[in-house]
């Protein structure tokens, strides 16, 4: 059983940055692939980014290309976050999942597909 604990949430003003992170513990760090996701009030849950176990590939939604960069410290085993150029509908509360490694099929992006999820930790960004 995977366990994750998401920090570094917060309140930014737009145009700034946040670096949020998430600790993995419970199974082996390199044998799951690793994701964030984000929800809005009113809206359901969606992707942000996912990186694969070895970090040789990720995904980024549309709406967070080129502004937010996922990467995993293996020496800590925790997967981070690097959001800058916030806009006001970055605003969410962000969690952090994983999905067990499974070599026949490319890096997950679908929310069903994760297995273990954080509690989840707010971002609110300010115009």
């Known amino acids: 059983q995977v366990q994750l604990v998401e920090s570094g949430g917060g309140l930014v003003q737009a145009g700034g940055s946040l670096r949020l992170s998430c600790a993995a513990s419970?199974?082996?760090?390199?044998?799951?692939?690793m994701g964030w996701f984000r929800q809005a009030p009113g809206k359901e849950r969606e992707i942000v980014g996912a990186?694969?176990?070895?970090?040789?590939?990720?995904y980024y939604s549309d709406s967070v290309k080129g502004r937010f960069t996922i990467s995993r410290d293996y020496a800590k085993s925790a997967v981070n976050l690097q959001m800058n150029s916030l806009k006001p509908e970055d605003t969410a509360v962000y969690y952090c999942?994983?999905?067990?490694?499974?070599?026949?099929?490319?890096?997950?992006?679908?929310?069903?597909?994760?297995?273990?999820w954080g509690q989840g930790t707010q971002v609110t960004v300010s115009s």
């Open positions: 999942a994983a999905v067990r490694l499974d070599l026949r099929r490319g890096l997950r992006v679908g929310v069903s597909e994760y297995e273990y």
């Open positions: 990186i694969s176990w070895s970090s040789t590939g990720t």
């Open positions: 419970g199974g082996a760090f390199t044998s799951i692939d």
